[in-house]
């Protein structure tokens, strides 16, 4: 039978799958954290975060075998990338998704070569020194959230990051 809908329960459709991840959203959209631009852009210092699992060569990847062995886990960590990598200092991995597009451009899923363009034509002020890549699949977040996520934006606070773009895959 061919797929005709995908959507957050599509791997794991259980009744009681569906009440666990349903009770880890939140109930109010509303409630997001929101924060207007204090200034135009092309004067902000931006970053980038991907869900694609991007690493450094040489790095600890992510964790895939744990991921292979309980499906109902995603690994909640985080890379930083230098945002002078290049495109094939980086090690391009998911277990969801075909990365191997990302070996031939890795603009399509991380678009740093885009935002340096963007900084030289002054449509951004600067791209950060420091880019950030986490996993996509992730369905227990709390870790994520009080964790990894803290981690990421004291570094981005440090660095002056004043926006950042986030790039799921």
Known sequence: ?????????????SEGSKKRRLSQRHADPAKTPWAPMAKPLAECKVTLVSTVGIFMKGDESFDYERERREYIWGDPTHREIPREAGQNDVEYSHLHIDASFLKKDRNVAWPVDIFLGYEKEGKIGALAETLYSIMGYI????????????????????????AAFLFPV
């Open 1 to 13: 039978m061919p797929v005709t809908k995908v959507d957050g329960f599509y791997f794991n459709s």
């Open 139 to 162: 369905p227990n977040f709390n870790p994520l959230v009080k964790q990894t996520a803290p981690k990421m934006t004291a570094k981005m606070k440090d660095e002056g990051v004043e």
